[in-house]
């Protein structure tokens, strides 16, 4: 199973591909699709959405796990936000992706063992899950897309550590949490 | 010049097609895309983005006219609004339209001569400036958009009222405003 997973951003949309086989998850990319912030919305979304095409291409994931929206108390983000990942779902459901949503906490809860965990605990049970200890993250954009596609990958079927439960022992145990 | 205007909505995206030649303007089509309330959101921008590539194909727009996001103080709305106009706003790029954006108050001024025009008032506006004093419109949302889309037509170079100043005077004329 191939899951891209998705950080939106109107201005950076952080992205992180993973396989996963049997127990083993392996990164296959990392990255960010940067907007032009001098183009309109709709050109930004074309780009945003021809970029994905094209990482759909390369890695041909069957799934698309994007963040949960969360904007606090401010109607413009929010619009903007939404208009990026309406452009992100519609590319995701038009190459027949399955379009799944995770929230931060539940990202954090399902890789680190608790929705509380913060980026460096996360940084390393996603370098641990992807048995690559030296592995640099990109952007922080990149980092979160990467963290999605583990949390779909933990959450759905067998997994190194199938539930969260299991990763928060774990983690735990790496004092992690 | 062919205006397809488009009152986006998460459950109803109402549509309504203009062409403009010359002075006159002439309605080519109106209705609703129907969204499925019960498919996820994803699966839902897919079927609003198929739908609008086979109105794209039918009257072959050169222009999109999107209503402005308004929403007030709920940030969900914002959102679920946002991801609909994402949706549209990308189909249009991807089909090389040129999207543009006009608020509920601007359609009012520019079609009806007063930005707090009441729906009456700009039906009658839409149907004197269309030369079709029978028209009846679909739905709420179709009426919305034929609007949006005489909007873009006064708004843009020569037309039969040009400016929304001269519009606010024809209006005025026939005790509209």
Known sequence: MI????????R??????????????????QGVIQLNAKNSMDQRLLELSMGL???IKEYGPSILAIEKAFVKNNIQSALRLG?????IMVSGARHSLSVVEYSPAE?????????????????????LLCGARDLEFETLDAS??????????????RSPLSAPRR???LSRALGLS
Do not use: Y
């Not at 899951?3 to 109107?10: T, V, Y």
């Not at 208009?83 to 452009?87: C, H």
């Not at 954090?108 to 390393?124: H, I, M, T």
């Open 3 to 10: 899951i891209l997973g998705i950080d939106p951003g109107s």
């Open 12 to 29: 950076k949309t952080g992205f992180g591909c993973i396989e996963k086989s049997g127990k083993s998850l392996k990164l296959l990319g």
């Open 53 to 55: 095409e094209k990482l």
């Open 83 to 87: 208009e990026t990942r309406g452009a």
């Open 107 to 127: 990202v954090k809860k399902s890789v680190a063992g608790n929705g509380r965990a913060d980026k460096e605990q996360l940084a390393k049970m996603v370098r």
């Open 144 to 157: 979160d897309a990467i963290s999605i596609a583990v949390c779909h990958a933990l959450s759905s079927g």
């Open 167 to 169: 990763g928060g022992k």
